[in-house]
């Protein structure tokens, strides 16, 4: 297949971005003399060719600092639900900031915005704020040991909680790495991590023998309820319902991370999308629409240790006024005419993701989807993956290849197999991206 030995002319095209995109190979060599790694995040600084600047962002298109313009499919990893500086969350902002950007005390933001969630997230009877998607998904876990009185959990292998010691463990195990129950840490000077049970996803007798094995230790099972991170992998029908069922019937709770799917799938996130409702879910990205927000929603009975005092949440910037107006602008646009957004994404990342997937077949190239609509994943492999291990037979080197080829085209991907959708996306968008997929399969 000439494509593919010629890697989408991978040489040329990596030759080409870095004469467009001078300006920010320049910036990022004088960053690396100050902040460490280059970058302030540290998965940024493994995107090929090289990190890119970017001066401004508008509806679905970026702008880097050469003047080259992107559609724009990373959408911030994640939290840019509207398109880029939405003008009603843009105005709210402002309009926040001129009174003021912190209290540490109350004002009528918390419930408007708390009260949106509740109208919106089946599970949300009570509410919490923080900052990060990391920060919330520790205080799930510690209501979780606090209502259970038990001290471990259960992950899945290939799903992502944020970066605290205590979940970022087999994340992306090499094939070596994999070993089973065992945690594996991501990075060196990691605690050593015993209180998290780890399981392949979409294993039922695994959840139920750990639930057997520990009994009386595990106070959560946790997930991504669409494998975001490692694929946009979903639960193979019944196994989110099956976790329901077992969680109930062991009195675990059931966390649904849902600082991806979250207003992103659908306005109640997952648990609307798949009809399962858990304990407790986590929120971060498009709830802020790009501003620093993570929301924790659960039922009142385990949120009440909050209430009580008993669990400590606490927090100087929770809760802050701009970024509630940010929050409070998006649910509501997102809200607005019935949820046409959510219709909008669907319609149009289906579209997408077929035209990319025929493309890539249609040359005689092993590809498949997972995912849809607002969040998707294309692999380079014959058959769709149903756990973490499954993603390791794809040619991960060669899809980052087929990404930077659609950079130079002025599309804008993340590497790892992943497409974000906002409402701002249009027809246009989805033509001119799938006229890009042709040049670069063209050769
Ligand atoms: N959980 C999930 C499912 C995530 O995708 C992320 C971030 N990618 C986090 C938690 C951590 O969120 P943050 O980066 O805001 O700390």
């Known amino acids: 297949m000439s494509v593919v030995s010629s890697r989408f002319r991978i040489d040329e095209r990596e030759a080409s971005l870095r004469q467009k995109a001078a300006g920010s190979i320049q910036r990022y060599e004088r960053a690396k003399h100050s902040l460490a790694g280059g970058v302030s995040s540290g998965l940024r600084r493994s995107l090929r060719p090289f990190p890119l600047y970017f001066h401004s962002g508008s509806g679905s298109s970026l702008q880097d600092v050469d003047g080259t313009r992107y559609i724009d499919y990373m959408l911030g990893w994640g939290p840019v639900i509207l398109g880029h500086a939405p003008l009603a969350v843009t105005a709210a902002v402002s309009n926040a900031l001129s009174r003021g950007y912190t209290f540490g005390a109350q004002h009528d933001l918390e419930f408007e915005v708390a009260e949106l969630i509740q109208k919106a997230v089946p599970c949300a009877e009570r509410i919490a704020f923080a900052n990060s998607g990391t920060e919330i998904v520790q205080v799930a876990l510690r209501l979780a040991r606090a209502y259970t009185g038990r001290p471990k959990y259960l992950k899945f292998e290939g799903h992502y909680h944020g970066w605290d010691d205590s979940v970022l463990v087999s994340y992306h195990p090499t094939g070596d790495q994999v070993r089973g129950q065992s945690p594996v840490p991501v990075g060196a000077g990691q605690r050593p991590e015993s209180n998290a049970v780890v399981v392949e996803w979409n294993d039922r007798s695994a959840v139920e023998r750990v639930l057997d094995e520990h009994a009386g230790e595990i106070s959560a099972i946790i997930c991504e309820p669409l494998l975001c991170n490692s694929g946009c992998i979903p639960a193979e029908p019944g196994f989110l319902a099956f976790l329901r069922d077992i969680t109930r019937k062991h009195g675990v709770l059931l966390i649904f991370d849902e600082v991806i799917t979250g207003f992103r799938l659908a306005l109640g996130g997952a648990q609307e999308h798949y009809g399962v409702v858990p304990d407790l879910a986590t929120f971060a990205k498009a709830v802020g629409g790009g501003m620093p927000f993570s929301v924790l929603a659960g039922s009142a009975s385990v949120m009440d240790l909050i209430a ?136």
């Open 308 to 443: 009580t005092g008993k669990v400590v949440h606490a927090g100087t910037l929770n809760g802050n006024p701009p970024v509630l107006a940010a929050a409070k602008a998006t649910l509501e646009a997102l809200a607005a005419d019935d949820c046409e957004a959510f219709r909008r994404m669907w319609r149009l990342g289906n579209l997408l993701r077929d035209g990319i997937v025929q493309r890539l077949n249609a040359i005689g190239m092993d590809a498949v989807s997972t995912g849809g609509g607002p969040v998707f994943s294309v692999h380079f492999q014959a058959r769709a993956p149903r756990t973490y291990r499954d993603t390791l037979l794809s040619d991960a080197a060669l899809y980052t290849d087929f990404a930077v080829a659609m950079l130079d085209e002025g599309v804008a991907l993340l590497q790892d197999g992943r497409w974000y959708l906002s409402a701002a996306h249009t027809e246009a968008d989805v033509t001119s991206t799938l006229q890009a997929v042709d040049r670069v399969l063209a050769g």
